[in-house]
């Protein structure tokens, strides 16, 4: 069965610091690839998914993520980054045999100015 | 346009009580998805349903929880006779059918149940 690994729990960056965070996949063929921001009291909301192809993706908020096979992962990045990105992160794999997401357990990112 | 719509966004009940949690999808998506966040289980999958195929009900938890999908839009989940450990927050998902499979879950914003 796929699983997601998310090695972090919680990150803490100065604004304005780069930013990553990192998540490791098993899975045996190409992966479709999913990175969700969830703000306190929110919903998931996408920033970036990989299907195919450029493995840099870029994704909303002015987060990007580039997939590795070779190391099984998918980490995301961010130059600089805001107090308003504060939130926690999940990275999240498409079940090979099915539609469903398999989830990290995600990274609560706290940014200190 | 509108996303997907969930209600109550919280709801309370007593142990034993039965509870119906609603989902609106995105208008015209045919896949809609049911998933659980709790805080020792993380997100997990519930439920799926695709169009008229017969939904993938592997992830549900017990027999107490079961879920239909209306004329291919509307989705409720019940869980009956509620136990403490249902206390969670339930999300749900919609997609469109995409060729190759390259669909992208976009999801509502929950309803958060607590058993008392």
């Known amino acids: 069965a796929q699983s997601v690994t998310q090695p972090d729990i919680h990150i803490t960056v100065s604004e304005g610091a780069s930013l990553e965070l990192r998540c490791n996949y098993s899975?045996?063929?190409?992966?479709?690839l999913f990175w969700y921001v969830q703000s306190p009291g929110q919903g998931l909301q996408l920033l970036l998914k990989y299907f195919s192809g450029d493995t840099l993706v870029q994704g909303i908020k002015g987060f990007e993520a580039e997939f590795k096979r070779s190391q099984s992962s998918f980490n995301l990045r961010k130059p600089s980054v805001h107090w308003s990105d504060a939130a926690e992160y999940f990275c999240a794999v498409e079940e090979e045999y099915g539609n469903k997401l398999v989830f990290g357990a995600g990274t609560i990112l706290r940014v200190k100015s | 346009g509108a996303g997907v719509s969930q209600s109550p966004s919280n709801k309370v009940t007593e142990k034993g009580k039965d509870v119906e949690l609603r989902c609106d999808p995105i208008?015209?998506?045919?896949?809609l998805y049911w998933y659980r966040q709790s805080l020792g289980q993380g997100l997990e999958f519930l439920i799926y349903f695709q169009g008229n195929s017969a939904p993938d009900k592997s992830g549900l938890p017990s027999d107490r929880f079961s879920a239909e999908r209306t004329g291919g839009s509307v989705s409720t989940l019940t869980i009956q006779r509620t136990q403490q450990e249902d206390s969670a927050v339930y999300l749900c998902?919609?997609?469109?059918?995409?060729?190759?499979?390259?669909?992208?879950?976009?999801f509502g914003p929950g309803t958060r149940l607590l058993v008392l």
């Open positions: 208008s015209g998506h045919t896949a």
């Open positions: 998902a919609s997609s469109s059918t995409v060729a190759g499979g390259e669909e992208t879950q976009y």
């Open positions: 899975y045996g063929a190409t992966p479709y």
